[in-house]
């Protein structure tokens, strides 16, 4: 029996992550005057540094919890990505990805802030679990991480 005639469909969620071409930045933030707490967002496999924190209707995670009156005022938000296809050339694994976490934070200056709160999207969170484990002198700073779908025992997939 022949599938030649099948049709690849590829699920616009999932081409979008094949071509992250986001970079790693700062989404809300005024470098004269950072708020007292970073807010980092780690999107997951299959995601993008934007992308992944976006509803139909172009709202993001980012909007909201700038608009929310009890903590918008006090935070800087960051977006960070990486590619994520794991079946393509180039993809990242969860030791590199971290790895490259690290780097950007050190260099746009995250890790200056007294606070930082890491949300994470499936890999994104064990993104975040591997990047605390390799840098353990900064878990003073991280009092709260987010996790949404992140396989806490780990993934094949992931």
Known sequence: MALSSCKKETIPEVAEALNNKEAPEWVSHDKNRPNPVAVV???GIFGTTKGTW???EGV???DLIKKNPDIGSKIDVYAFGYTSDMFKEGSLDI???ADKLDGFLMADKVWEYKTVVFVGHSMGGLVTMQLLLNKRQHL???PLVVFYA???KGSTLA
């Open 41 to 43: 967002f780690v999107h």
């Open 54 to 56: 976006t509803n139909k």
């Open 140 to 142: 003073s700073q991280v």
């Open 60 to 62: 993001t995670f980012f």
């Open 95 to 97: 030791y590199s990805a």
């Open 150 to 152: 992140t396989p806490q």
